[in-house]
Every structure is written in structure tokens, then in C-alpha cells.
């Protein structure tokens, strides 16, 4: 019974990583050096007028920075 077990969990896991492993091919790789053309781009998600921390991402190979030019607090 154990190895009948044993060996499903097996031939279940090579198949789940196969079938990861091929829907990755088939994925543009974009990386630093080779950024997401400027007409497949997300649009920004400014975190504006607020001041928070949000999980944000960008598209590969560019960078998003927001900063205050001048502010203002009591």
C-alpha cells in the first residue's frame, strides 16, 4: 500500500512540474537588460496624493520613484 502511494505522489509531482516547466517556455522572458516594450506596459498605479507604502509592481525593466518635491506637516 505504501508504495502504491508513494509511487502516485511520485508520477503526480513529475507531471505537475512538467506541465509548470512547458508553460513557461512558452512566456516572453523579460528581464533588466531586456524591459517590457513601451506598447505592452501596465498602466502606472501612482500611490498619490497619500503617503503609503503599497505592493505595487512595474513592468520588468523599469522603475517607478515617487518622491516629494516640497512637504508640508504640523
Keep these: 500500500m505504501t ?3 508513494s509511487f502516485s ?3 503526480l509531482s513529475a507531471f505537475l512540474i512538467s506541465f509548470t516547466c512547458s508553460a513557461q517556455e512558452h512566456t ?4 533588466l ?3 517590457v ?3 505592452q506596459m501596465r498602466e502606472m498605479e501612482t500611490d498619490r496624493p497619500d503617503v503609503t507604502e503599497s505592493p505595487y509592481t512595474v513592468d520588468a525593466g523599469h522603475i517607478q520613484y515617487e518622491t516629494d518635491a ?3 506637516t504640523r
Aim: hydrophobic share 30%; glycine share 0%; aromatic share 22%.
Design 70 to 72: 516640497v512637504r508640508f
Design 33 to 35: 537588460f531586456n524591459p
Design 37 to 39: 516594450p513601451k506598447s
Design 9 to 11: 505522489i511520485l508520477v
Design 28 to 31: 516572453k522572458k523579460y528581464t
Design 3 to 5: 508504495h502504491h502511494y
